[in-house]
C-alpha cells in the first residue's frame, strides 16, 4: 500500500511539472505573438495537442476514457476555456510574464466571490480579508490611473474571472467524465474555435515556429494531463499551493528571455497575492 506521504509526494511532483513546463511555453508563446496573432498560436497548438491527450490516453486510461457522458457541458467549459486562455496569451503578448502570471491568480478570489454571490455560500470574514488583500495585490500591480498602467492588465483580469466561473461550471464534472475526456474536448474545441479566425488573420508562420507549435502541443497535452493527475493522486489542499510556482517561473524567465523584472511594487503586489490566493485555496479545501 503506498503511504499518504509518498502520494502526496507524487502529487506534488505531477503539479510542480505541470506548472514548470506551461511556464516554458508561455515564453514560447511570447516570443511567437510578436510576428502572429495569438488566435493562430492557439490553433497551430491545439492541432499538436490533440494527438497527445490522444495518445497519452492510450498508454495509460485506454482511448474508452476520451468518452465524454456530458457532451452540452464538456462543449460549453471548453468555450469558456477557449475565452480564458486565448485572453491569457493577448495578456503575455501584452504585460512583462511575471505581471500577467501573477493577474491570472486573481481567479481564486472570483471564485471565493462568486461562490458568495452566485452558489449562496456562506464566505466567512477571514475570506472576506483574504479577498479584499487580494484585490490590494492585483491594484499593486495593474495601478490604474497611473503612468503604469497598461491595459493588457484589464485583458489578464478578464482571462482571471472567465478562468474562475470554468471552475465553477466544472466542480462536478470530474464526477462523471474522465481528465483525458475533459482534456481531448478541451482541445477540440480550441482548435476549431481558433481556426475559425485562420481565413481573417493568417500570417505565414517561419520555418522555426512550426519547431515552436510542436513544442507548444506537447506541452498542452501533457500539462493537462499531469494536472489531472496531480489532483486524482494528492489532495487539492496538498497540490494547489504549488500551482503558484509559476509567478516564481514567471519573474525568472520573463527576466532571462525578455530582461523584464518586477518593481518593487509590482512584487509587493505579487506577495499579497499569493498570500491571500493560498489562505483562500487552504479554506477552500477543507470546506466539506
Request: proline share 4%; with cysteine; net charge positive.
Amino acid at each position: 500500500m503506498r503511504s499518504s506521504g509518498t502520494t502526496a509526494l507524487r502529487g506534488i511532483a505531477c503539479s510542480v511539472g505541470a506548472v514548470s513546463i506551461f511556464s516554458i511555453q508561455d515564453v514560447i508563446i511570447k516570443q511567437l505573438s510578436g510576428t502572429l496573432s495569438v488566435l493562430e498560436i492557439v490553433c497551430f497548438r491545439s492541432f499538436v495537442a490533440l494527438p497527445t491527450v490522444v495518445l497519452i490516453a492510450a498508454l495509460t486510461t485506454g482511448l474508452g476514457s476520451l468518452r465524454a457522458v456530458r457532451a452540452d457541458r464538456q462543449l460549453l467549459r471548453s468555450v469558456l476555456m477557449l475565452m480564458s486562455y486565448t485572453s491569457y496569451y493577448v495578456a503575455i503578448s501584452l504585460l512583462p510574464l511575471a505581471d500577467a502570471i501573477a493577474i491570472a491568480f486573481a481567479s481564486p478570489l472570483f471564485v471565493a466571490l462568486l461562490s458568495g454571490f452566485v452558489l449562496r455560500e456562506r464566505i466567512d470574514r477571514t475570506s472576506i480579508a483574504m479577498i479584499l488583500v487580494g484585490f490590494v495585490g492585483v491594484l499593486l500591480i495593474v495601478r490604474p490611473g497611473s503612468s503604469a498602467f497598461q491595459p493588457g492588465s484589464l485583458v489578464a483580469l478578464f482571462a482571471a474571472f472567465i478562468n474562475a466561473v470554468v471552475n465553477m461550471y466544472t466542480r462536478r464534472l470530474g464526477e462523471t467524465d474522465s481528465s483525458a475526456a475533459i482534456s481531448l474536448w478541451t482541445m477540440i474545441i480550441f482548435f476549431i474555435g481558433s481556426g475559425l479566425s485562420l481565413p481573417f488573420d493568417f500570417v505565414q508562420p517561419a520555418a522555426g515556429d512550426y519547431a515552436l507549435f510542436a513544442v507548444c502541443g506537447v506541452i498542452g497535452g501533457t500539462g493537462h494531463v499531469l494536472v489531472a493527475l496531480a489532483y486524482r493522486t494528492a489532495p487539492a489542499s496538498t497540490v494547489a499551493p504549488f500551482d503558484y510556482t509559476a509567478i516564481l517561473w514567471g519573474v525568472l524567465f520573463g527576466f532571462l528571455f525578455f530582461a523584464d523584472l518586477p518593481d518593487a511594487i509590482d512584487f509587493a503586489g505579487i506577495i499579497l497575492l499569493i498570500a491571500s490566493g493560498l489562505v483562500l485555496v487552504r479554506r477552500a479545501a477543507a470546506t466539506p
